[in-house]
């Protein structure tokens, strides 16, 4: 298992950018992103973001010598849960998961007696929205980053993804309109997010030769791209997590560990929230084990708490109705479902395996701008 580290992942570079626009969140940065914003005064600072692209990802679909490869300047972590909902927010927030709340796609809140997909606001398992608005955003809102920089006055922060700000629908839109913003008049933050190859390797699988050619054709684009770029822009690429191809596990065959569950887990299948009914409590951790043996570090709440994977400040108050009773943590390919009714994934995150926690960081500047 490979645990977080909360001095080395996406929580930190946001640190060195928001330092870097005169605005301080309390968080150290990375010290290599630091000195390379001290060289000068750039225009554009962009952040680039493809899901999934992790540096098990280049490895397996790219050659040493692809430029993406070469262009790798560091070795992250992912936060934990390794996972987008997570992830993206902390991109976004600047905020350790456990700060901000959002840890995971499913999130119970047990003020409202609901268990909420998160990013869709929806019931879980169910087409039936939660409320008209954002429960998520309701219950633990956050301040985004692009609003904290453009309310520094030292720049406009702007985000380009199919879903909110500038909003895009395919990867060609994605490089024209981060490119229109960059040559608009000012100083830009852009936060740039694309869904691939996450969602293709949840459909087929993490070496699909689809996957591979997807990945090859993010390589192509980003080498084009810095041949566009002028001395005083820094771009950074990053992935919030990686995946494994999936063993899916089933709390349904076994009739007597399921029963002893009062809803079903959530959070995520290789990072579940368990919720067990009170008489159980005692015996579950037991009967865990005699179902799926070691495949999972299954924390009581306590321990889940004191354990550092959700960060390493100030939690919010929520986290422990978030964690659950115990909280099962992947240490192979596995995952947790109750039902094999809701198993629809080949591709899978969120556990502590290296492929899942450890993303890159690439930094592209212009030739031009070398010293």
């Given at each position: ?33 630091d ?15 493809f899901?999934?692209l ?6 397996t ?15 992250l ?7 987008t ?12 998961p456990?700060?901000?709340?959002w ?26 929205m939660?409320g008209?608005?954002?429960?998520v ?40 309109q ?10 830009h933050?852009i936060y ?8 293709l390797?949840h ?16 390589d192509r ?14 771009v950074?690429v ?10 899916p ?18 959070v ?18 037991q ?6 043996g070691?495949?999972y570090l ?6 889940a708490l ?48 290296e ?12 030739d031009?701008?070398?010293?």
């Amino acid at each position: 298992m490979q645990f977080p580290d909360y001095s080395r992942c996406g929580v930190n570079i946001m640190a060195s950018v928001l330092r870097y626009f005169g605005t301080d969140n309390g968080h150290s940065g990375l010290p290599e992103l630091d000195a390379i914003l001290s060289r000068r005064k750039y225009r554009n600072v962009v952040l680039m973001l493809f899901d999934g692209l992790s540096m098990n990802a280049l490895e397996t679909h790219l050659s040493k010598d692809s430029f993406v490869r070469r262009k790798v300047s560091a070795v992250l972590s992912a936060v934990f849960p390794s996972t987008t909902t997570a992830a993206t927010t902390s991109i976004q927030s600047g905020l350790e998961p456990g700060n901000h709340g959002w840890i995971g796609w499913t999130l119970h809140f047990e003020k409202l007696g609901k268990s909420i997909d998160i990013f869709m606001n929806r019931l879980q398992f169910s087409r039936e929205m939660a409320g008209q608005q954002s429960v998520v955003m309701s219950q633990f809102p956050y301040t985004p980053i692009t609003e904290m920089i453009t309310s520094s006055k030292k720049a406009s922060g702007r985000c380009v993804s199919p879903f909110d700000d500038v909003i895009v629908n395919n990867i060609d839109d994605l490089f024209i309109q981060t490119s229109r913003l960059m040559r608009e008049a000012g100083r830009h933050y852009i936060y740039a997010y694309w869904p691939e190859p996450d969602h293709l390797m949840h459909d087929k699988g993490c070496r699909h030769e689809t996957v591979t050619r997807v990945i090859a054709d993010i390589d192509r684009r980003l080498e084009a791209f810095l041949s566009q770029l002028e001395p005083d822009d820094l771009v950074l690429v990053t992935a919030d997590h990686g995946l494994v191809d999936g063993i899916p596990e089933f709390f349904e065959d076994h009739p007597a560990l399921e029963a002893m569950l009062r809803i079903p887990p959530c959070v995520e299948p290789r990072a579940a929230a368990l919720y067990v009914n009170e008489e159980h409590i005692e015996a579950f951790p037991q009967a865990f084990k005699a179902a799926f043996g070691d495949h999972y570090l299954l924390m009581n709440q306590k321990q889940a708490l004191e354990s550092g994977l959700f960060g390493k400040g100030p939690m919010r108050a929520e986290l422990p109705s978030l964690i659950g009773d115990f909280f099962a943590v992947s240490a192979g390919p596995y995952a947790l479902y109750q039902k094999r009714e809701h198993c629809r994934l080949t591709g899978m995150h969120g556990g502590l395996t290296e492929a899942e926690m450890n993303v890159p960081l690439i930094v592209l500047r212009s030739d031009k701008g070398e010293e």
